[in-house]
Nanobody
Framework: QVQLVESGGGLVQAGGSLRLSCAASGRTFSRYTGGWFRQAPGKEREFVANISWSGGITDYAESVKGRFTISRDNAKNTVYLQMNSLKPEDTAVYYC?????????????????WGKGTLVTVSS
């Protein structure tokens, strides 16, 4: 089994920054495409960003482009989400997710592994 564990959530003021981490452990993949979703109170879970195994291909939701940056360190089996210029509407539980291949196409529809989530709260 593969476990995905998020960390780095918390409370921050609008305009501030946070960095989320997602560490994969257990029977890790030889290669995987990782990324993030989020779910705000009363709303459906939505795609945030994903990154290919090499890190050379990334994709972002329009709402976070220019503010969030996804990256990864394969030696540490960890995917990161740097969040800058945070807004109150970014408040949500952020979930790490993974697909057990190196194909970033349609990633958001093929997620097979999920973390339990970390809460990000942005105050106005």
């Amino acid at each position: 089994q593969v476990q995905l564990v998020e960390s780095g959530g918390g409370l921050v003021q609008a305009g501030g920054s946070l960095r989320l981490s997602c560490a994969a452990s257990g029977r890790t993949f030889s290669r995987y495409t990782g990324g993030w979703f989020r779910q705000a109170p009363g709303k459906e879970r939505e795609f945030v960003a994903n990154i290919s195994w090499s890190g050379g291909i990334t994709d972002y939701a329009e709402s976070v482009k220019g503010r969030f940056t996804i990256s990864r360190d394969n030696a540490k089996n960890t995917v990161y989400l740097q969040m800058n210029s945070l807004k109150p509407e970014d408040t949500a539980v952020y979930y790490c997710a993974a697909v057990s291949d190196d194909n970033p196409n349609n990633w958001r529809y093929r997620v097979g592994y999920w973390g339990k989530g970390t809460l990000v709260t942005v105050s106005s």
